[in-house]
Structures are given as structure tokens and as C-alpha cells.
């Protein structure tokens, strides 16, 4: 076996990866066994994501406290699913009814989860760094790359409407209640969501936490990534890094601002647990009228001059 000596940096970095990336994995190297030792629920990485191994849904009848082993039921070696289902969204709840629970009555063990036997190997970290590396796009905050972005919004495949809402939130110019009250408009801010918060753009559109259960469903890693923006522009500088998610992205947040505009004047609005399913069925509608758009009428066909026929 070959001896490498490694940099201080580059150890402090593998380490906090294999805490990171450690814990509780998916396959047959992460099992729980119903042993002390289990993670706490809302609190430790040990979902089988690996864009987020933490939960996100807000707990409901379980104590915040709570470890995974309150989700076991211990008798019949199985998932508890009432419970978990009542829990979690169903993103998060079958991620978790699919991890393998053990037989066994064995200590649960930290495993490295890109390698078959759960060790760590230099080669492995290597790897994963590499790949991270790539991932990681130019930072947002330079004139060019705020024209990039723009540009990029302009070329998004949505409706022109959706491009100009999100040119608009990302300027912080939509008529958000807390942009009102600016605008020294005597309303009252608070959310009409939540009934929690003042309703600035971003709460509007990402941070109201009934919106949760909207983004989490295709968005973990963004609300992993951004998770408490500051502004709505910083989600979107996040999200854009991403260019395949940005036309879902753009939809939804129309979807949601639309929403938010008919229930202010009381209009009978869609639960936000359909959000996802309108979005998609909005983008698949207006992609295939994109590919196929209505024909231009033919102009109407012009009488040509015939000599009379001969008699004769
Ligand atoms: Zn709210």
C-alpha cells in the first residue's frame, strides 16, 4: 500500500466530507437497527439524498427532538407509515420508508456511502471533490454576471409574462405588501400565506414557510443551497447556476405569485399542494405550442384574369 503525505487543507476539507457525506446511507450499508445511536429526526444528515441528507418538512405530531427511531415500529421490524406519512411530504416520507431497516440486533455504524464496502478511500474523496468542483459555478456578484443572468432570464422557454414577473421579483419591483407600505400605501404587510411575517418579495415568492411543502418537492437543493435568502435575487443567482431547473423555477414562482394575487382579492384559489402539478402541466402546455405554433392564415386566393373562351 502506497503512503501519501497530504496538506493540512485537504485533510480538514476530507474530513468535514465524510462527515458530511457519512452517517446513515442508502443500500445495504445503512440500516437501522432500532439501537441507541439513531440520528435525530430533524436535526442530523441521514436521509438517502445526496443533495440533502436533511429533513425539511416541518414536523407535524412528532417531537422536534425526536430520533428516527420514534418512525420504527420495533414489533414488526418495519417503517411506522401512518406516522411517516403524516410527517413528512411524500417526497421525503419515501425516501425514508426506502431505506433497509435491519433484523439484526447490531450497533448502527457510520458508513462512507461511494464505496461498496463503506470505507473510505482517498481515491473515492478525490472523486467526490472532483465532482463538486464542477459543479460549482462563478460566483454572481460582478456586472458581467449580473448581465448574464438577465440575458439568461430573456431566454428562458416561458411565457413572456413569466420572464417579465421574474425580471420583476428579481428587481424587487413587484408590488409586494412591504413594497407598498414603502410606497407609504397604509396597508397592513403581514402575509396573507403564513399570517406570520411582513410579505417582502422574497417571502412572497421562497421564504413564507407554506411555500415549503411547494419548493421542497423539486427544489431540496436549492432551499439547501439558499435556504434563508435575503433577497429574491439571491435565490435566483443560485437557482440560474442550474440552467435545466431555471423554466420550472420561473413557472412555479409565477404559479405561486398569481395564487397570491387572487387570494388577496378573495378568489377561490388551488391548494399550494397542486402548485407542482399545474406548473408542469403549464410548461408542457406552452412547450408544445412552442413546438408547434398555429399556422399563419393563407392569404386568400387572388382571381386571375382568364381570356372568354372563343365561340365559334
Ligand atoms: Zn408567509
Redesign the pocket.
Known sequence: MSCFKLPVTLCNEIESLIKKFGGVNEGSKGKFTGLSGAPFIYHDNWLPDPSCKKVLSTPQFINNHEKVLALIDNEQHCWAQETIDANFVPCEASLIKAIPLSFDDCRDVITWPLNCDGVYSVRSGYHLLLDMDLNELPRTSDLSNSKRLWKGIWGLRVPNRVKNLIWRAGSDSLPSKSNLRKRKIPIDA????????P?TTV??TW?????VQVWIVHFRWLIREVGMASSFLDVLYRCAERRNCMDFFAMTVSQIWTRRNRLRVGDAVAPLGMINQMTSDNLQEFLQSSLNPPKAPSPPKVAKWMPPPRVG
Do not use: K
Not at 403581514?190 to 411575517?197: H, I, Q
Not at 421564504?207 to 411555500?211: E, T
Open positions: 403581514t402575509c396573507l400565506n403564513c399570517g406570520l411575517e410579505e417571502h412572497a421564504l413564507c414557510p407554506s411555500l
